[in-house]
């Protein structure tokens, strides 16, 4: 196991012990040199400027990640699911925070030791795919951004969680609307016009403020097209 660094022992004493979680139903030979850590509701994991040196495996939660514009807005890049890897770095500063929405589990890797030639033959297939996956959410992200109106924004948005959370056409939000506002790069009010839009339209039922039924699959994916 990693010794953590002076940053994680101080985080320790503000957060629950992060070495709670064990990493149940993951074969143990999977994850050279890993530290398995909980992470409490809105609780920073990283933080924008701060030293990078590991990777995380999302076990369990929710994340964001975001960061701040020179006029104070926040842009939120990614949203992680479970399975999902988080953490890359091209130097070794994050160039982004990354925050608990909900109660989180990760396993962190020291970024060096999974470059060893120790590191399992899979480890390495499923990091090189996690990093893929995450580049080609990350292109998906820039076009939603630049080419889609706010509508088709949000409906985006909604298919992919359905498709990352294998959900059967009920999605359980796990982040709120004013982050899926900085994620979509628009206000509040025009998120929350959107969902009655497409609730209007018949294409989705707002059970509550977080619990959406997708009616009509298909018409929501030709809006998100």
């Known amino acids: 196991m990693l010794t953590p660094t002076p940053i994680e022992l101080q985080r320790s004493n503000q957060r629950p012990s992060p070495f709670a979680f064990a990493g149940r139903g993951e074969p143990e030979s999977l994850y050279p040199s890993s530290v398995p850590m909980n992470f409490a509701r809105n609780t920073e994991i990283f933080a924008e400027g701060e030293k990078a040196g590991y990777v995380y495996k999302l076990v369990s939660g929710v994340v964001r990640v975001s960061q701040l514009l020179p006029d104070g807005r926040r842009q939120i890049s990614a949203f992680h699911l479970p399975g999902d890897m988080f953490g890359f770095e091209v130097d070794d500063v994050h160039h982004a925070s990354a925050e608990a929405i909900v109660p989180v589990k990760v396993i962190a890797f020291k970024w060096h030791s999974l470059l060893s030639a120790t590191a399992s033959s899979g480890f390495v297939h499923e990091l090189l795919n996690r990093a893929m996956i995450g580049l080609r959410q990350t292109q998906d992200h820039l076009l939603l951004l630049g080419r889609k109106n706010a509508l088709e924004r949000l409906a985006a948005f909604l298919v992919e969680m359905a498709r990352r959370s294998h959900a059967d056409g009920i999605l359980e939000l796990a982040m709120p609307r004013h982050d899926i ?45």
């Open 181 to 225: 506002a900085d994620y979509l790069g628009l206000t509040l009010e025009t998120v929350s016009r959107m969902f009655a839009e497409l609730k209007e339209a018949g294409v989705i039922k707002l059970e509550s403020a977080r619990r959406v039924t997708v009616r009509d699959m298909a018409k929501l994916e030709a809006l998100a097209a």
